[in-house]
Nanobody, 126 residues
Framework: QEQLEESGGGLAQPGGSLRLSCAGQ?????????MGWFRQAPGKEREFVAV????????YYEDSVKGRFTISRDNAKNTVYLQMNNLKPEDTAVYYC??????????????????WGQGTQVTVSS
């Protein structure tokens, strides 16, 4: 089963930065799938953060992270990244990466993603 593994979470101060990584070492068709980042805060539903197309040419963001977060991917390494700058306390959540279920299909709906990683905790606090 193709799985993804996130890393890079931790504690950051407001205004600080973190870079998340998501590796899909066993993901044989990584290059054909849009990749997304989602997050889930305590007591809330998992929400969309960012998505990148299979070739990396298209990137879309949830409104609250536009201008602060950047999604990118390196298909040679089967890895997708989320650079998070100017972090705010409301960014505190467990961050998950996932692959679009259908190849060559773009979506921001979490129900259209699979191969979820285990998540990485991001805490923004002074």
């Amino acid at each position: 089963q193709e799985q993804l593994e996130e890393s890079g979470g931790g504690l950051a101060q407001p205004g600080g930065s973190l870079r998340l990584s998501c590796a899909g070492q066993s993901f044989q068709s990584f290059n054909d799938h849009a990749m997304g980042w989602f997050r889930q805060a305590p007591g809330k539903e998992r929400e969309f953060v960012a998505v990148i197309t299979w070739g990396g040419g298209g990137k879309y963001y949830e409104d609250s992270v536009k201008g602060r977060f950047t999604i990118s991917r390196d298909n040679a390494k089967n890895t997708v990244y989320l650079q998070m700058n100017n972090l705010k306390p409301e960014d505190t959540a467990v961050y998950y990466c996932a692959a679009a279920l259908r190849p060559l299909t773009l979506s921001t709906n979490r129900n259209e993603f699979g191969s979820w990683g285990q998540g990485t905790q991001v805490t923004v606090s002074s």
